[in-house]
Nanobody
Framework: LRPAAGVGGGLVQTGGSLRLSCSAS????????LAWFRQAPGKEREGVAC????????HYVDSVKGRFTISRDNAKNTWYLEMNTLKPEDTAVYYC???????????????WGKGTQVTVSS
């Protein structure tokens, strides 16, 4: 049981925007905290944003605060990552994931989607 692949990645110039989406497959996303992680070449996978299941509280890694927005649509079983003012250091493969609560440890996630490449050119 996995989220569908995140979609919406691509190539964008510095300062541009992209919107990623991920649809749950085989489970109801409404009961889960939903997250986005990313992995740049040669680096470990890191948590970027998370939205809780209970009150839709959001959490972000410091490097994306004020630029990225995570949201969820339980009716569509889908969650999103709106990315603005993109920087070259945001270049990575982005993964959607779900867990019982918001957390940043990769091993603690219940479901993972296939990644989508985001490339920000300088």
């Amino acid at each position: 049981l996995r989220p569908a692949a995140g979609v919406g990645g691509g190539l964008v110039q510095t300062g541009g925007s992209l919107r990623l989406s991920c649809s749950a497959s085989g489970f109801s996303a409404s009961g889960y905290a939903l997250a986005w992680f990313r992995q740049a070449p040669g680096k470990e996978r890191e948590g970027v944003a998370c939205i809780s299941s209970s009150n839709s509280a959001t959490h972000y890694v410091d490097s994306v605060k004020g630029r990225f927005t995570i949201s969820r649509d339980n009716a569509k079983n889908t969650w999103y990552l709106e990315m603005n003012t993109l920087k070259p250091e945001d270049t990575a493969v982005y993964y959607c994931a779900s867990a019982g609560w918001c957390r940043w440890d990769v091993g603690g996630m219940d479901h993972w989607g296939k990644g989508t490449q985001v490339t920000v050119s300088s």
